[in-house]
Nanobody
Framework: QVQLVESGGGLVQPGGSLRLSCAAS????????IGWYRRPPGKQRELAAI???????KYADSVKGRFTISGDNAKSTVYLQMNSLKPEDTGFYFC?????????WGQGTQVTVSS
């Protein structure tokens, strides 16, 4: 099993920044992909960014150049640095891992971009 706890969400003005954290515990060595997903209001969940165990990353076109996903192995934590935030970035953000033991989701954290 892998447990995930997200933090760092909140209310920010357009153009502002937030950094989300996803702390993993449990069978961490089994993880090979970690991603940040988001669910905008009234819409389906979508992938924002993903990082593989080799350090490679992928981003949704809508966040490229503004969001950066990174990992700190010593802290078993993955971050999502979000800059130049837009109102359309508003949503519930979830951390997700794919591991040899299966797929796991965190409880999510709300991000609201509004003036």
């Amino acid at each position: 099993q892998v447990q995930l706890v997200e933090s760092g969400g909140g209310l920010v003005q357009p153009g502002g920044s937030l950094r989300l954290s996803c702390a993993a515990s449990g069978s961490i060595s089994s993880i090979y992909v970690i991603g940040w997903y988001r669910r905008p209001p009234g819409k389906q969940r979508e992938l924002a960014a993903i990082i593989f165990d080799d350090g490679s990353t992928k981003y949704a076109d809508s966040v490229k150049g503004r969001f950066t996903i990174s990992g700190d192995n010593a802290k078993s934590t993955v971050y999502l640095q979000m800059n130049s935030l837009k109102p359309e970035d508003t949503g519930f953000y979830f951390c997700h891992v794919t591991s040899r033991l299966g797929a796991f989701w965190g409880q999510g954290t709300q991000v609201t971009v509004s003036s």
